[in-house]
């Protein structure tokens, strides 16, 4: 199975990323070459001809679209252990590729070979993965990736930093990072990805190659589903036209019981807010909801965290057990990231179901107007016929809306409680 298996209807990146690839790796044999002529002297990199293949990358898409996906294939095309020429092993190793068969010239990105496996899996010594479950990344961690692309690859290929989340780069992090992307050390390689082009500093953005990556299509999220998760055909369909082509969310939603019952609950919203004490009521709702998986997190990941930084500092076992003296800084610093992190899931989860909303009432126009469009959430279409019959387009075009300002207003930090109430307070009044 090649690495650029798991990405979903994006052929025109892939074509791209895979003609880079296989530039990337003639630079590196180009340079072992000269390595090998002129001994204790680097290596050029030059292969002759315009290559394309460069040193920054930025992959923007919507949610759902595959980015993070797209970058580690690409990723490990780069880390792939048989891309040079050579006779073919005999007998032939365990796991071979038998469809890419590397001396005969295919292209880098087996999936099988050590370097693609530790990549697509988050061990390589030369891949760097790096996400967030908080608000933002600051300069500290910024300047710390930042002295790690300037190491040489430990295994002579590529040292490649995958940024998942470079839209919550702040600002002062952007300038940190701008910095190492202005002037690449050799062989590093920078992937970022954000959800949108404005959504990363224009001085960065200048400086990298730009892919757009585009919603996936629902049948092909569905056939992934039944192909690598082993999901029944029924219920993957289901799923991939419920999330429109969102993949993470779609795999959620077919594999977790209690992500299906809390989609149902928010798909039912539309019908209880006939008066103002139901709308705060259902906003209340949605605030707890979320409030609940913040918790949910916290209890699997809070206290062993806490426990095992207890441990380091050589607190006693126990939670009882007294910390060294100077230490309580640090617990302080771990108990912020902990709040953090609990509004970060407070928020994604508040945002998830404010989605499914836009879903809902995105379904009530296509009834209205009577376009040739499937339905998202065709299991609810009583609800769907209900409210389309008791409203105009153009009502349900305002209540789209104010589920859109309710989102902005949620990045803008404001409070979640009072920017729902204001939400469900518009849907009633259409």
């Known amino acids: 199975m090649a690495v650029w298996d798991d990405v979903v209807g994006q052929e025109r990146v892939t074509q791209e990323l895979a003609a880079a690839a296989r530039d990337a790796n003639a630079l590196v044999s180009a340079d072992r070459a000269l390595d090998a002529a002129t001994p204790g002297e680097p290596g050029a990199g030059e292969s002759g001809g315009a290559s394309r293949m460069t040193h920054a990358w930025l992959f923007t898409g919507p949610p759902g679209s595959g980015r993070s996906t797209v970058a580690r294939a690409f990723a490990a095309a780069l880390q792939c252990?048989?891309?040079?020429?050579?006779?073919?092993?005999?007998?032939?190793?365990?796991?071979?590729?038998?469809?890419?068969?590397?001396?005969?010239g295919g292209a880098p990105g087996c999936g099988f070979c050590d370097g693609c496996h530790t990549t697509l899996v988050g061990t390589h010594a030369d891949v760097e993965i790096v996400r967030t479950d908080l608000l933002s990344i600051g300069v500290k961690e910024t300047r710390d990736l930042v002295r790690r692309a300037s190491l040489s690859p430990a295994g002579g290929r590529w040292q490649v930093i995958v940024l998942e989340d470079a839209d919550r780069l702040t600002e002062g992090a952007g300038n940190v990072l701008l910095k190492a992307v202005e002037e690449p050390a050799p062989r590093t390689v920078w992937l970022l990805c954000a959800p949108s082009i404005e959504d990363v500093l224009p001085t960065i953005r200048s400086r990298c190659r730009h892919l757009s990556l585009r919603t996936p299509p629902v049948d092909a999220v569905a056939d992934v589903l039944v192909r690598r998760d082993g999901i029944a055909p029924e219920a993957a369909a289901a799923a991939a036209r419920a999330t429109q082509g969102h993949i993470g969310r779609a795999r959620r939603l077919?594999?977790?019981?209690?992500?299906?019952?809390?989609?149902?609950?928010?798909?039912?919203?539309?019908?209880?807010?006939?008066?103002?004490?139901?709308?705060?009521?259902?906003?209340?709702?949605?605030?707890?909801?979320?409030?609940?998986?913040?918790?949910?997190?916290?209890?699997?990941?809070?206290?062993?965290?806490?426990?095992?930084?207890?441990?380091?500092l050589g607190a006693a076992a126990g939670t009882g057990g007294r910390l060294p003296r100077g230490t309580a800084g640090v617990m302080k610093e771990l108990q912020d990231r902990q709040k953090r992190r609990a509004t970060r899931t407070q928020?994604?989860?508040?945002?998830?179901?404010?989605?499914?909303?836009?879903?809902?009432?995105?379904?009530?126009?296509?009834?209205?107007?009577?376009?040739?469009?499937?339905?998202?959430?065709?299991?609810?279409?009583?609800?769907?016929?209900?409210?389309?019959?008791?409203?105009t387009p153009v009502r349900t075009l305002r209540r789209i809306e104010a589920i859109l300002a309710c989102r902005e207003a949620l990045d803008r930090n404001v409070a979640p409680l009072l920017a729902v109430e204001a939400m469900t307070v518009a849907l009633r009044a259409g």
């Open 347 to 391: 928020r994604d989860s508040l945002d998830l179901a404010l989605v499914d909303l836009t879903g809902f009432y995105r379904d009530v126009l296509t009834l209205q107007l009577g376009a040739p469009v499937p339905l998202a959430n065709d299991e609810v279409r009583d609800s769907l016929d209900r409210v389309a019959r008791a409203s």
């Open 81 to 104: 252990a048989h891309p040079s020429p050579g006779p073919h092993p005999s007998p032939a190793p365990y796991g071979w590729p038998d469809d890419a068969d590397r001396a005969l």
């Open 254 to 312: 077919a594999t977790d019981e209690r992500t299906r019952a809390r989609r149902a609950a928010v798909l039912k919203l539309p019908l209880r807010i006939d008066d103002i004490g139901g709308c705060l009521k259902a906003a209340q709702e949605l605030i707890d909801a979320a409030g609940e998986d913040a918790k949910q997190v916290a209890e699997e990941v809070d206290t062993k965290e806490t426990e095992e930084l207890r441990a380091a």
